[in-house]
Nanobody, 123 residues
Framework: VQLQASGGGEVQAGDSLRISCADSRRTFSNNGVGWFRQADGKEREFVAAISWNGGNTNYADSVKGRFTVSRDRVKNLVYRQMNSLKPEDTAVYYC?????????????????WGQGTEVTVSS
């Protein structure tokens, strides 16, 4: 499994950004996929997750209503649309494959991780 997150960058508060996660070896089509983030000096935390078929999603309270996760099973991509970005969203964002098919929120549910993409939101 090789996950690749891309689409990060530097934006202003209030801007939008879309990050994608690709599985180059096409092995997460039957698995849930999650997004986590880690800010400087902080623990990695759950952001959002989507089940294998996109039927279920979960979001951290801090991003509900602003972030949306979706997936394209044909292209084997998972997207996270981030709107109304805030400076506190600044972090390195990681996508990960769930061992199971659901939209798990617990970090230990995930077995393969991408290398991360950095998002910086300035005020």
């Amino acid at each position: 499994v090789q996950l690749q997150a891309s689409g990060g960058g530097e934006v202003q508060a209030g801007d939008s950004l879309r990050i994608s996660c690709a599985d180059s070896r096409r092995t997460f089509s039957n698995n849930g996929v999650g997004w986590f983030r880690q800010a400087d000096g902080k623990e990695r935390e759950f952001v959002a997750a989507i089940s294998w078929n996109g039927g279920n999603t979960n979001y951290a309270d801090s991003v509900k209503g602003r972030f949306t996760v979706s997936r394209d099973r044909v292209k084997n991509l998972v997207y996270r649309q981030m709107n109304s970005l805030k400076p506190e969203d600044t972090a390195v964002y990681y996508c990960a494959r769930n061992r199971g098919s659901g939209a798990a929120t617990i970090r230990s549910s995930y077995d393969y991780w991408g290398q991360g993409t950095e998002v910086t939101v300035s005020s």
